[in-house]
């Protein structure tokens, strides 16, 4: 799959709607983890947890501001996930990128390539 720049990325009005896929790398330790997520950074502030899908593909977890609007899934077996997002918000904007999910939704590892999604109103 192509993944566009960081510095092309997408740019969606708000309350509308966007698919987004992501490849981690699964080249390193990944015993005892959930699965696969999503995180996104702001410009200025801190990266957060979005969305992930455990390996077994029975379970997501979902930060609060995004839960009823944005659906994260995969497909077993393969290393990449898949994040569909509807009624987005200006507040969305941010780039998103997946990585390996601990249990308590930190990050562990295996960084794919960010994807910059701007929301205009």
Not at 83 to 93: A, V, W
């Amino acid at each position: 799959q192509v993944r566009p720049a960081e510095s092309a990325g997408e740019l969606v009005q708000a309350g509308g709607s966007l698919g987004l896929s992501c490849t981690a790398s699964l080249s390193g330790r990944v015993f005892g983890t959930y699965g696969l997520g999503w995180f996104r950074q702001a410009p200025g502030k801190e990266r957060e947890f979005v969305a992930a899908i455990n390996w077994e593909g029975s379970g997501t977890r979902y930060a609060d501001s995004v839960k009823g609007r944005f659906i994260v899934s995969r497909e077993v077996g393969q290393n990449t996930v898949y994040l569909q997002m509807k009624d987005l918000k200006i507040e969305d904007t941010a780039n998103y990128v997946c990585a390996i999910t601990e249990h308590d939704t930190r990050a562990y590892g295996g960084w794919g390539q960010g994807t910059q999604v701007t929301v205009v109103a």
